[in-house]
């Protein structure tokens, strides 16, 4: 973890839900230039991408969880997915999202609470960059879950802390429980230009 871009370094050393709210809204403007011109943030895309190439383009309205700016919209958009709703905590984050003009809803939320959306609302939900050091952690899985229908999928990228969050230990219960079948959780890249890889866990609601 040395080298790192001190915002990036500044958003994995979070403490708190009102910091990481008061260092995105900040960030918020200048994220997406640093994130993919400066450090080539490729998991929106492989995400996104993966999500759509399992799914299909037709698959129903998507919740992207942690949306951020909206570069995980914009890549499901240019690939015809036609209803998305966002969530962030970060409304300087949620306004840079509204501008792309991607999103159906954007509303503030926070994933670590239950979230105001009936059960099975959703064809597939995706979190990309948000289960990560300084964030959130797997349990987010849970709501995600709840809110995809049955046979929808949850595609989530997972850096840094797959072991010491115990990730696949939590995705093994959400299997025992009946609740989820694990597809596939492949490694791919994530930030090339710190040269930090991710896992992407593919779940199917059962
Ligand atoms: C690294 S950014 C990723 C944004 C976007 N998905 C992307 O890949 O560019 C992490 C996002 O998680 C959001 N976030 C952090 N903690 C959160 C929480 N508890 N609930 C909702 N969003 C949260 C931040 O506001 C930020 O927009």
Known sequence: MTGRSPKLQRAYDLKSKEEAEAVYDEWAAEYDADMLAGMDYVAPANAANRLVDLAGADLGPVLDAGCGTGLVGKVLA????????????????????????????????????????????YAAAICVGTITDGHVGPEVFDELVRVVRPGGLVVATVAHVWESRKVGEYLNGLVEAGRIHLREADEWESVNGEDVRCKIPVLEVR
């Open 78 to 121: 240019s690939r015809s997915v036609a209803v998305i709703d966002g969530l962030d905590l970060s409304r300087g984050m949620l306004d840079q999202a509204r501008a792309t003009g991607a999103y159906r809803n954007l509303t503030k939320a926070d994933l670590t609470k239950r979230l105001d959306i009936p059960d099975n609302t």
